[in-house]
Nanobody, 128 residues
Framework: QVQLVESGGGLVQAGGSLKLSCATS???????????MAWFRQAPGKEREFVAA????????NYANSAKGRFTISRDNAKNTLFLQMNSLRPEDTAVYYC??????????????????WGQGTQVTVSS
């Protein structure tokens, strides 16, 4: 089994930055090239939406249009940790951010149903 624990959320003013982390346990991702991890977010009253994904071993990435140029997904192989650097934050970025993982699939598969493992989420609030 894979366990995912997010951290790094908080309250920030518009234009500010936050870096989210997702600590993983239960599997060494670097040994499995097919694993991909992603960040999703869910605002109140809205469906969970894709933000960014990364192929763990290759490092290839995919971003939602809303994240391109502002957010960067990365991973630390040695620490089995996933990151999301968020810059130029906007009030519409306010949401609970979730880390997700799956043992296969394609980076352009952006539905939440395409991921098997989920963290508990971390709240990001951007004030105007």
């Amino acid at each position: 089994q894979v366990q995912l624990v997010e951290s790094g959320g908080g309250l920030v003013q518009a234009g500010g930055s936050l870096k989210l982390s997702c600590a993983t346990s239960g599997r060494t991702f670097s040994a499995f090239s097919s694993w991909r991890m992603a960040w999703f977010r869910q605002a109140p009253g809205k469906e969970r939406e894709f933000v960014a994904a990364i192929r763990w071993t290759a490092g290839s990435t995919n971003y939602a249009n809303s994240a391109k140029g502002r957010f960067t997904i990365s991973r630390d192989n040695a620490k089995n940790t996933l990151f999301l650097q968020m810059n130029s934050l906007r009030p519409e970025d306010t949401a609970v951010y979730y880390c997700a993982a799956d043992g296969g699939g394609l980076l352009f598969q952006t539905s939440s149903g395409d991921y098997a493992y989920w963290g508990q989420g971390t709240q990001v609030t951007v004030s105007s």
